[in-house]
């Protein structure tokens, strides 16, 4: 038996990183936002999979999740990641009650709330994968775990966390994915731990080394998408326009009800988070940040209502059938790149500024 006395902030919707956030304040008296670095992930992304069921794939998100968000701020907040996937269910409780004996809490990812009795709405009467919880302790019989949407510390038997813990995750994560943070040395300053993290998202957006991602990303797809109306069938493109459409969500993903009968019922901007980025900047701007992050935050204000206009011209050509008229989106896409690039060059950190610069004349 083990239990960890770790201190626990609600953070609705913010799942994936509201244990990271637990354990920097156990480690140091003080709170990273979760609001702050799970929403500063913007950007833009066209994923290419001929043989997909989407065979293109707008994602206006750096795509960092899992394994790779927690990779991500490992390097600013200071911890080590020992972590594992895919394997057996008794092996890996059994590796993960080691980290635990061993004063390391665990991130059990990529769980179906079917199977969580304290998740009442859920609980066996709906599948909702791909949850989080940190897991701070166990027993014979539960385990013990910090969900982010509860307070306290909430119980999970053993049967119902296999049954939870037991597929994969969307291509994200395999079955019974854990990551154990051993935050040893961690940067003690809030400060300079979102400032460094929000100037590399920014870097990433501004100079991306890959061809689909970032500003580079979006000028392929301002290149292509006119002509996906000669290369894919209405169906194929119907799809894309969906899925699109889905992960614009701004608090989840999912499609509004006026195409889905399926919906969560909250209120939920189709927005991309950038409503939500743009509040947590402007919260935190006097205490983290700097006062420029006003103005980059009216910069996602305005992009977010950008990719809402996008979205409502996705959802009516949905409703009639209709994919001739690409060309009408290009100008807003446009526009969604050159307000953000504002927004992030007012992110990104002095010298990295000066190197985007340099990038920018050495293109010309």
Known sequence: MKRLELPHQLADYLCPVNGLCDIYEWKTGNRIPDDLIFYSKAGFQ???????????????GQGSIGKREYNFWKEFIGYRIISNEGKAFKTTLNE?????????????????MFYLPYHQNFYHTRHILGHVVLMVGYDEINVYVH?????????IPLEELYLAWSNDYIGISKKNAYFGIDMEHPNRDVSDIVQ????????????????????????RFIREFPTWKNVFSVDDLNKIYLHFVEYTGSILPELPSEISNSNSG???????????????LLKYKSSLGIP?????ANCFKTSGAIIEKIVRGF??????QSFIELDKYISLFEKLKGIESRAFKILLPAHELNKAKKHERDCR
């Open 266 to 280: 909250i209120v939920n901007p189709h927005q991309a988070s950038r409503d939500q980025l743009a509040t947590a």
């Open 292 to 296: 420029a992050w006003e103005e980059a």
């Open 196 to 219: 460094q993290g929000m100037g590399k998202i920014a870097s990433l957006y501004l100079n991306s080394p890959l061809g689909f991602m970032g500003k580079r990303g979006i000028d």
């Open 315 to 320: 959802i009516d050509d949905i409703h009639h």
């Open 147 to 155: 969900d982010n949407s509860k307070v306290g510390v909430q119980t």
């Open 96 to 112: 993960v009650k080691v980290l635990l004996d061993n004063d390391i809490p665990t991130i059990l990812f990529g769980l179906d």
């Open 46 to 60: 066209l994923i290419s999979q001929k043989r997909a069921i989407v065979p293109k794939m707008i994602f206006l």
